[in-house]
């Protein structure tokens, strides 16, 4: 990808379980934002952390960013069947977003 | 939040004919405007960074000429493929930044996509 790369490519849980995918990026940031796409939709922005934050939480996301390594990851608590989809992290400012190559989630119910 | 709006959804056309993809900013002001390509179970390939007034700048690789881009306003972009061959075949995503930062301006708001095949 134009951003770098994520894993695992894909993750196949049991409703209930947490989920954790890995992002690892090329440039220096700002920040680095997680989104999430529905098959053949658009993406829809989940949570934004900056590069002077080691750690945000949004209801079940939880979001680590590691600069020195220039990886961030993404945990998602009490997985539920409606979370399956692809996520991707993303990096950028106003003039370019580079998106990583994604994670497919699949959660069983 | 805010809105996106991107049409058509999915376009069918035969090879040699121009096909264009609108993306319009609904509620908010989107000084830039940006173009993605996804290829199936891929990422998102950034094609270019539309700015309001001027021309695109495109990502190396990415024919300008092939992929004519117009922001002629702060709500509308669009995307020209012209000549289209059976290889420019994909899924097209446009998406925008708030100007005035009114829902932070750093997120990006995605347009639901076109899927173009051509035949």
């Known amino acids: 990808s134009q951003q770098g790369e994520e894993d695992p490519q894909a993750l196949s849980i049991q409703e209930g379980e947490n989920a954790t995918m890995n992002c690892s990026y090329k440039?220096?940031?700002?920040?680095l934002q997680w989104y999430r796409q529905n098959s053949g939709r658009g993406l829809v922005h989940l949570i934004l952390?900056?590069?002077?934050?080691r750690e945000k939480h949004s209801g079940r996301l939880r979001v680590t960013l590691d600069t020195s390594k220039k990886s961030s990851s993404l945990l998602i608590t009490a997985s539920r069947a409606a979370d399956t989809a692809s996520y991707f992290c993303a990096t950028g400012n106003f003039n370019k977003f580079y998106f990583g190559s994604g994670t497919k989630l699949n959660v069983k119910p | 939040g805010a809105v996106v709006s991107q049409h058509p959804s999915w376009v069918i056309c035969k090879s040699g004919t121009s096909v264009k993809i609108e993306c319009r900013s609904l509620?908010?002001?989107?000084?830039?405007m940006f173009w993605y390509r996804q290829f199936p179970k891929q990422s998102l390939m950034l094609m270019a960074t539309s700015n309001e007034g001027s021309k695109a700048t495109y990502e190396q690789g990415v024919e300008k000429d092939k992929f004519l881009i117009n922001h002629a306003s702060l709500t509308l972009s669009t995307l020209t493929v012209t000549s289209a061959h059976p290889e420019d075949s994909s899924f097209y995503i446009c998406?925008?930044?708030?100007?005035?930062?009114?829902?932070?301006?750093?997120?990006?708001?995605f347009g639901s996509g076109t899927q173009l095949s051509v035949l």
């Open positions: 509620d908010f002001q989107a000084t830039t």
């Open positions: 998406s925008a930044s708030d100007r005035l930062r009114r829902a932070g301006g750093e997120k990006l708001f």
């Open positions: 952390i900056r590069s002077n934050e």
């Open positions: 440039t220096s940031i700002n920040n």
